[in-house]
């Protein structure tokens, strides 16, 4: 039931860095396993990142373990994606999610995402 919002998004050249910033409405979010996923035209809503409840236990993909880092603060009901490196593939339209799981890894677990903000990367 949480609402999520993100921003942050814009345009960056290939090699720059970005924060992503998503805040949550209610007061269940501290419950919540956070993520992040992206979606390119075409292919399927990819799951990067999440961030246990508590922030103790954090996932990445492979494809930008390294590259970017999940954190959240719950004070401020907010979860972050830190973006460095970036790449022409990373872009997307990048999405929060808030799930009820606890499976950090499966995309199943998330079942809320924001409206998106969208991430390009220059050539």
């Known amino acids: 039931q949480v609402q999520l919002v993100e921003s942050g998004g814009g345009l960056v050249q290939a090699g720059g860095s970005l924060r992503l910033s998503c805040t949550a409405s209610?007061?269940?979010?501290?419950?919540?396993?956070m993520g992040w996923f992206r979606k390119t035209p075409g292919k399927e809503r990819a799951l990067l990142a999440g961030?246990?409840?508590?922030?103790?236990?954090?996932y990445h993909h492979d494809s930008v373990k390294g590259r970017f880092t999940i954190s959240r603060d719950n004070a401020k009901n907010t979860v972050y994606l830190q973006m460095n490196d970036l790449r022409s593939e990373d872009t997307a339209v990048y999405y929060c999610?808030?799930?009820?799981?606890?499976?950090?890894?499966?995309?199943?677990?998330?079942?809320?995402w924001g409206q998106g903000t969208q991430v390009t990367v220059a050539s």
């Open positions: 209610g007061r269940d979010f501290s419950d919540s396993v």
């Open positions: 999610a808030a799930g009820s799981g606890s499976i950090l890894n499966n995309p199943s677990t998330y079942d809320m």
């Open positions: 961030i246990s409840r508590r922030g103790f236990t954090l």
